[in-house]
């Protein structure tokens, strides 16, 4: 994944707001994200989590911290599937994150809610902005759909994002942060993903369990990163690529293709007006789901490309070249440029 660098205001500069959200989070790249392409992003780091705990001992450990992760958009067509990592001192996380902001799982929170949070933790001045860290890895569709659909190593969804968080915690600690403690929303059984954690992190406690983001604030504070970024993201989509198609609407409305889930019908509507009959559509949508899939090779729908075997009209074999035949002077030559050829009564 191509990693941004930290705080890319510049490319934000000439870009409207999406019009549903009030806040446009600086994880938000848009001419990366509209080039199809996958990117991170990492936040300022705070200097209290790299203030040693100790002035008058250079060699003390900064304050240790506690990381958690979750993902939004793993099941859409459409838009980017993000996963989020957020940190902060371990004794602050239940009291600046629970008690004083009241982060959840960003599922049971507004929009509203959800930016107002974003936007605190992106503002200097604010306690979040001054005691805690955040990043969030933006998988394209493009590049989602690409791995899994390749003719062999096929790169499948779980892996992708196995990958992308442990180059987000990687990240963090490359940046100085002392993370001890590393809360995960599951992929799949908790068991087998923590144990893979545990080996490329082993100094760090981990925990990995389903319904993370409401049982452990630096995990629901990582989903508000993720779902923030993540529907964003999809209205920057929707504002250059949505609005210019058939059947769009005007960039100043709702978003006709909904959630970029297959299971709103907007979305489907969406799909099913604005595809091309031999590309599809454009960097927004996962070829690999089912949804892409059976609409392309649907009846009367996508047109049929036969691509025909490469045959460039050579029958001759390699080892040809290297027996001596009966043809010309030129043959013969070419045939014992490595010495003469032994006959079976040599042996």
Known sequence: ?????????????????????????????????????????????????????????????????????DEAGRGPVLGPMVYGVFFLPLPLSDPLLREAHHFDDSKVLTPAVRAALMKALCTPGSDLHASCGWATAALSARDIGANMLRPVAVYNLNAQAMDATVELIK?????????????????????????????????????????????????SAASVCAKVTRDVALEELYRVRGDTTAGGEDGDGPMAWGSGYPSDARCVGWMRSNMHPVFGWGHECRFSWGTAKDMLEGKGNGVKVDWPVDDDGETSRLTDFFTAGTGDKESNELGKWFGTPAGLEAF
């Not at 200097?47 to 990381?67: G, H, I, K, T, V």
Request: net charge negative.
């Open 171 to 219: 990240g963090v600690y490359a940046r100085g942060v002392n993370v001890q403690e590393i809360y995960v929303d599951t992929i799949g059984q908790p068991a087998p993903y923590q144990a893979r954690l545990q080996r490329v992190f082993p100094t760090a406690k981990i925990t990995v369990a389903k319904k993370a983001d409401s049982l452990y604030p630096c995990v």
């Open 1 to 69: 994944m191509d990693d941004a660098a930290d705080d890319d205001v510049a490319a934000l500069e000439g870009s409207p707001p999406p019009s549903s959200t009030v806040f446009l989070p600086p994880s938000v790249h848009p001419q990366t994200l509209l080039s199809g392409a996958s990117y991170s992003h990492f936040s300022p780091i705070p200097p209290a989590l790299l203030a040693p705990a100790d002035p008058s001992n250079p060699s003390s450990l900064p304050p240790p911290c506690a990381l958690g992760v």
